[in-house]
């Protein structure tokens, strides 16, 4: 397999090209040129990896001559994107609808493609409520930020592309730590959450003040997380699984995941911060609180919107129940948060 990758220097990327160099004849990294030196030392112990200057945003995609690469690549993984749930539409477009367009248009130049893997994001069931299927996505729902509206926008034109090789599509979770080592790159998702918890001295007397926390949270709203050690096994899992179906989408979230409020009730135990939780839909003090925990009010999505990721496929063909749940490695994952943000009971 000779395999053309965006977005390898990515969290999810460092997890993942280890996971699949060792099982390719070769990878071609799409690289932009400030980025080349980074990507040659996070990768230096694979001699099977080139890299490829170019940039997703360019409609060239890559810098000079690439018609040999026209004929070696013979599969895709489109990774590269945008994620900020605080970004503007113009960030979001360029990286997220732009660059899967300009991907796409050199996917069809490759004259000996098989398979278009591409990671998109459970983002894209929007405001739906209820149980999410992966076949799911024609749906008429709403969108509480601009990187879920383009990242559905970029699956849509995957879904109707009509190259003639397969497609994959992998929708992950919030991705967070790695579960055996704890390991995170960025505040993302409950991160927001600890890294504010993590600071007592600060946090404390503020909370003592408030005669309860109001959140709104739906009480059987989950986290939909997935581990980046777990993500990138499912996905190198879909790589290479055989099926001759022309497109194929995965949900990529633990086979259980969190309670919201559970999950919240947990981490203030954690990080040993007294606080009474009241489920509020709407309250003057919900500003307030969201912005002394340090959390950006797009979160909310996740703690009202109660929906179920199905993951049938990822059960049935990438070894879902193989990986150990949230339950099995969740100290880790607090206690590298608490390292990190320096936290102290």
Known sequence: MKLFITGATGFLGSELIP?????????????????????KEKFADYCNISYIIGDLTNPDLIEGEFDDLLDEVDTILHMGAYYDLEGTHKACFQQNIQGTLN???FAGLCK?????HYISTVAVSGTFE????????????????????TKWEAERLVR?????AKVRIYRPGIIIGNSETGKFDKVDGPYYFWKTLSNMKLIAPIISKLPFLPMPIDKN???????????ARLIRNGIFLENDLDLM???????????????????LEEFAISAEIKVIKTHPLIDKTFKTLGLPKEIIHYMIIPVDYSV????????????????????????KAKEVFGAKK
């Open 19 to 39: 996971k699949l160099a060792g099982d390719c004849d070769h990878l071609y990294l799409l690289t932009r040129k400030n980025s080349l030196e980074k990507a």
């Open 103 to 105: 991907l796409l248009f």
């Open 112 to 116: 000996n493609l098989k398979a278009l």
């Open 130 to 149: 209820g149980e999410f299927l992966e076949d799911n996505f024609f749906h008429k729902e709403e969108f509480t930020n601009e990187y879920s509206k």
């Open 160 to 164: 109707v592309w009509k190259g003639k």
């Open 221 to 231: 709203a989950t986290l939909p997380i997935i581990s980046v050690d777990n993500a």
């Open 249 to 267: 989408t995965f949900h990529l979230v633990e086979h259980s995941c969190p309670n919201v409020f559970d999950l919240i009730k947990e981490s």
């Open 312 to 335: 049938k496929n990822s059960l049935m063909f990438l070894g879902l129940n193989d990986q150990r749940g949230f339950e099995n490695y969740k100290s880790i994952i607090f206690k």
